[in-house]
């Protein structure tokens, strides 16, 4: 069983970057598909970015495409969010999840058995 932490959030002004990182433990994370996903205060859970086991293959939120960039260094056990151009609405706290390389990559967080714990992500105007 994997298990996945969190790093890289924080406190931001609008325009600016921000990278989180989650790495994963206890398994390699080659074998998962991996995602982010957001909640802002009082709002639900959202998919933000997914990417496939080789790294060829991402998916975005219409409301992150062209600011965030998903990669991931398998040798280095880790998935990266680099998020750039920033704004206050992305303020959330931000979660990797992950599920079998063999499976879809959904939007659905439902859809994915492992997650990390979130990280804060604060963007000021």
């Known amino acids: 069983q994997v298990q996945l932490v969190v790093s890289g959030g924080g406190w931001v002004q609008a325009g600016g970057s921000l990278r989180l990182s989650c790495t994963a433990s206890?398994?390699?994370?080659?074998?998962?598909?991996v995602t982010w996903f957001r909640q802002a205060p009082e709002k639900e859970q959202k998919f933000v970015a997914g990417?496939?086991?080789?790294?060829?293959?991402?998916h975005y939120a219409d409301s992150v495409k062209g600011r965030f960039t998903i990669s991931r260094d398998n040798a280095k056990n880790t998935v990266y969010l680099q998020m750039d151009s920033l704004k206050p609405e992305d303020t959330a706290v931000y979660y990797c999840?992950?599920?079998?390389?063999?499976?879809?990559?959904?939007?659905?967080?439902?859809?994915?058995?492992?997650w990390g714990q979130g990280t804060q992500v604060t963007v000021s105007s």
């Open positions: 990417v496939r086991r080789s790294g060829s293959v991402t």
């Open positions: 206890g398994r390699t994370i080659s074998d998962y598909i």
């Open positions: 999840a992950a599920r079998a390389s063999y499976e879809p990559l959904t939007t659905d967080a439902a859809s994915y058995a492992y």
